[in-house]
């Protein structure tokens, strides 16, 4: 059955307004969109262009590849609630993701990354949205029913199948995509590496449990690792006394984000100081579309190809800098080079 007029400028309008709330998002744990075009192909016969969405590049190798080792118990958590609370974040401006898995994770030095935003959705938007996407095994099992309408308890459901996994991947000598999707094997395996609570707490988020619901992807993590924490050999003591939980793993989770902000910030002042500015007010005048970023992030220059190259001729015979060519240009036309002043710092 053809599409009418009528649904493709009701499904671009919703499009447009996914677009421009995924921009508004600022979140070090959810990849940057720096911008969006239509580009248009030779013999398309509709005349519709096909909507490119250009993002920064995140540098590091997808949760999936990697072998865990039990050691590493305390750090992923921590990593997984910053990413829990980034989810939360979209959830609370209406987007749904919509195909959270391991291969969409990106593990950089300090923290989980969220990419891909290919099926992003605003919820409650018409065109269509009413459908299942995703990767088979972290969907719901009513996602095949003609009524299924994605929600945030969808993401929370795909995202309890990723932390199954970690958690038994913990334990084991095998990468996170490895280890089997079915809920029955991952339950009883986490229940009994990671204790009773743990497997409760996944059994909520899959609505597999008389109790109510688990209807965001904090509470999951916050649910599941009080046992997970007490069962390392780096428990806090007031943990082990029956001390507040939450207030001990977010003072915690605190003082490492402090630690990293001070240590990234000494490595980038000599650089952000001298010359940042200068490169910025340099690269403007000569009518450049710049984001700045700094100093959390890199400095992007949006323009072609062969712009690219010409400026970083004389970014290098003026500043001692180049451009570092965006790995997401997709045409001569329209790319994106960047500089970021913690590389090689």
Not at 185 to 193: A, G, N, P, T
Not at 298 to 315: C, D, K, M, T, Y
Request: aromatic share 6%; with cysteine.
């Amino acid at each position: 059955m053809g599409t009418s007029d009528e649904d493709v400028q009701e499904t671009r309008r919703a499009v447009a307004i996914e677009v421009h709330a995924l921009r508004a998002i600022f979140h070090p744990c959810i990849v940057r969109l720096l911008g969006s075009f239509e580009e248009h192909f030779e013999g398309n016969a509709t005349n519709r262009g096909h909507l490119v969405l250009v993002f920064e590049l995140v540098e590091g190798e997808h949760l999936g590849r990697y072998r865990l080792a039990p050691g590493e118990r305390t750090a992923l958590l921590e990593s997984l609630l910053e990413l829990a609370d980034a989810i939360d974040m979209l959830h609370a401006r209406r987007l749904l993701h919509r195909d959270i898995k391991p291969q969409n994770i990106i593990r950089t030095r300090d923290r989980l990354v969220l990419v891909d935003f290919g099926h992003v959705k605003l919820e409650g938007t018409r065109g269509k949205t009413r459908s299942a996407k995703g990767t088979n095994g972290y969907l719901p099992p009513d996602a095949d029913s003609p009524t299924f309408a994605p929600s945030p308890t969808s993401d929370v459901w795909a995202f309890a199948v990723v932390v199954a996994q970690v958690l038994v991947a913990l334990h084991t000598k095998i990468p996170v995509e490895a280890v089997s999707l079915d809920r029955n094997y991952l339950l009883r395996e986490v229940e009994r590496l990671e204790g009773t609570r743990a497997a409760d707490a996944l059994r909520r988020a899959w609505a597999e449990a008389p109790a109510p619901q688990v209807l965001s992807c904090g509470t999951l993590i916050r649910e599941l690792a009080a046992d997970t924490l007490a069962a390392t050999d780096e428990t806090p003591r007031s943990l082990a006394g029956g001390g507040d939980f939450d207030a001990v793993l977010q003072e915690a989770i605190r003082r490492g984000k402090a630690e990293r902000r001070e240590r990234a910030l000494r490595r980038a002042r000599p650089k952000l100081d001298p010359r940042g500015p200068d490169v910025v007010e340099w690269l403007r005048a000569q009518g450049r579309e710049v984001i700045d970023k700094r100093p959390w992030g890199a400095v992007w220059v949006i323009g072609s190809r062969p712009e690219i190259e010409r400026l970083n001729a004389q970014l290098e015979s003026i500043f001692g800098l180049r451009l570092t060519p965006s790995s997401y240009g997709v045409s001569d036309r329209r790319s994106a080079g960047y500089w970021d002043p913690f590389e090689g710092s």
